[in-house]
């Protein structure tokens, strides 16, 4: 389990004099992973967004079979949790711990010290999106 506290920095980020206790495992992503179908009756149209999303997102490499039919699990909840007309803060509080153990935020892949590194199509070179931003507000 990761650490509790603020979201730490990127590594490439933090300046540290000492050894880290724990190195960090970097993914790139380069592919798809098994996924199995979703079987849910007329699901909701962002739940089956969500689980596509899911099988293209790196940290999907590591999912066992379990993690994929808590995924499954979870996302039958959060189906119903949208289809409901009095929908519960309960229910989205427990929803959204449930998708941080599926590491489905930065916040949460930093905690577990899994940071993306996602590989533009042209170069392989990694995208800046600071910059990116950077260039849009200049224009």
């Not at 533009?120 to 600071?130: F, I, K, R, S």
Request: aromatic share 8%; glycine share 4%.
């Amino acid at each position: 389990m990761g650490t509790r506290g603020p979201v730490p920095k990127r590594s490439d980020q933090r300046v540290r004099r000492n050894k880290e206790d724990v190195p960090v495992d970097r993914v790139t992503a380069i592919g798809r992973v098994e996924q199995p179908p979703l079987d849910l009756d007329d699901p909701h149209p962002l739940v089956v967004d969500f689980y596509d999303s899911l099988r293209d997102s790196a940290q999907a490499r590591y999912y066992e079979p379990s993690d994929w039919q808590y995924a499954r699990l979870v996302l039958w909840t959060v189906d119903r949790y949208l289809k409901s007309r009095r929908p519960s803060a309960q229910l989205y509080a427990a929803i959204t711990s449930s998708l941080t153990d599926l590491l489905v935020s930065e916040g949460a892949r930093r905690r577990v010290r899994l940071e993306v590194e996602r590989e533009q199509a042209t170069g392989g070179q990694l995208a800046d999106v600071a910059a990116l931003f950077r260039e849009r507000l200049a224009q």
